[in-house]
Nanobody, 126 residues
Framework: QVQPVESGGGVVHTGDSLRLSCITRGRAFNLAAMAWFRQAPGREREFVASISPSSTHTSYADSVKGRFTVSRDNAKNSAYLQMNNLKPEDTAEYYC???????????????????WGQGTQVTVSS
């Protein structure tokens, strides 16, 4: 239903900013919760941020709260992740994911997401 494609990753220095974009195909994007997950080598996949279909609700991991902002534009079938004050600990491959679960909620469990993009690499140097 939702097929994400991520872009916007790159190599930056500590304190810099990046904006990730997620363009999707599907007839029901405006009904799907969207989220960002990340995974670094040797580490487990972790939740970053999510947003409900209407943008009314958002959720953030404690490690990024106050620095990252998730948003979406339903008219463009797109979701975004604005990342400010980046730290080396943010280095990971970032994935945009869509949920097949109904409801206007910002789910934060990977179990609730079913459509994964290919990922975009973010590297933050010390």
């Amino acid at each position: 239903q939702v097929q994400p494609v991520e872009s916007g990753g790159g190599v930056v220095h500590t304190g810099d900013s990046l904006r990730l974009s997620c363009i999707t195909r599907g007839r029901a994007f405006n009904l799907a919760a969207m989220a960002w997950f990340r995974q670094a080598p040797g580490r487990e996949r972790e939740f970053v941020a999510s947003i409900s279909p209407s943008s009314t609700h958002t959720s953030y991991a404690d490690s990024v709260k106050g620095r990252f902002t998730v948003s979406r534009d339903n008219a463009k079938n797109s979701a975004y992740l604005q990342m400010n004050n980046l730290k080396p600990e943010d280095t990971a491959e970032y994935y945009c994911v869509g949920s097949a679960k109904g409801g206007d909620r910002a789910y934060s469990d990977a179990f609730d997401y079913h459509y994964w993009g290919q990922g975009t690499q973010v590297t933050v140097s010390s």
